[in-house]
């Protein structure tokens, strides 16, 4: 997350701290969702509209003494629906059940097919393996949607039409355009509007090398830079402060007005 990020209110963030808040706590950090994790932890969702509010509400996981875990932003411009992840499953289950009935059989006679015939045997097997794994990662396996749907509308395009234009068209041909014409499917399904920012507009990502994501690390709350981002440190080097110990405010005096720390 970056200085830039934190202005920008399509924006949600998710702050994750060591241990258990009751949930009227949820009204002292500015209305934000406030879930129970299975891990023990708590986590702090909501939208954040500068980032002043941001590091606000950092100052307050600081002064209640707990433990930041971890603190990740997302863009709610980019975030599927529900709806629309199960649209896209519908379409890895059209191609994957479609090509296992059709090619899976063939595999047996693979070594007996022309050259031409096994290597697309042999790509479309692939291509169904993939589509039934969408099932479970449907957004990590979107390429393979993409795909399908590039490789059907440049063959119709490329050899249907032309040779229905010219009157050419034979069994064969004509049975392989009923075939493609199921990319409709295919095409409402796939979330076009997300592939053109995540694939097309946006910028390759880049690490440093040697850098490592604070989100598998405990990160301490004292280790928050200016910007309002985390720096990573080495596990389990910071520890949450017993809830017997007040906060502290500026210089060091006890804080005022501040809630007790969650036990």
């Keep these: 997350m970056t200085v830039s990020d934190a202005a920008r209110p399509d924006l949600h963030y998710e702050l994750r701290i060591r241990g258990h808040l009751d949930r009227h706590w949820s009204t002292w950090f500015g209305g934000l969702a406030l879930t129970h994790e299975d891990d023990g932890t708590t986590t702090l969702r909501g939208a ?7 590091h606000g509400l950092l100052s307050k996981v600081r002064d209640l003494g707990v433990t930041l875990v971890s603190l990740s932003s997302t863009d709610v411009r980019s975030a599927l629906s529900p709806t629309r992840l199960n649209l896209m499953r519908a379409g890895y289950l059209l191609m994957g059940v ?5 090619k899976w059989p063939l595999l047996a006679h693979a070594a007996t097919l022309p050259l031409h015939e096994g290597v697309t045997l042999c790509l479309l097997t692939a291509m169904s393996l993939l589509a039934l ?3 479970r990662h449907p957004v990590a396996l979107l390429p393979v949607l993409v795909f399908e749907s590039l490789w059907k509308l440049l063959w119709l395009a490329l050899v249907a039409l032309p040779r229905a234009t010219t009157g050419s068209l034979d ?4 049975e392989t355009v009923v075939n493609c014409s199921l990319v409709v499917v295919i095409l409402a399904v796939t979330p076009w509007p997300y592939v053109w920012r995540h694939y097309v507009l946006a ?5 440093p090398p040697g850098s490592d994501s604070c989100m598998t ?4 709350t004292s280790q928050l830079s200016a910007d309002g981002s985390t720096r990573c440190g080495r596990r389990g080097a910071h ?4 809830a017997s110990v007040a906060p502290r405010g500026r210089g060091g005096a006890p804080g005022r007005g501040t809630p007790a720390a969650p036990r």
């Design 48 to 54: 954040v509209t500068d980032q002043a509010e941001l």
């Design 98 to 102: 479609g090509l296992a009935l059709v």
């Design 133 to 135: 794994l969408g099932l």
């Design 171 to 174: 069994a064969a041909t004509t």
């Design 203 to 207: 910028a390759p990502a880049r690490r």
């Design 217 to 220: 690390r405990d990160v301490s």
């Design 239 to 242: 520890r949450a402060r017993p």
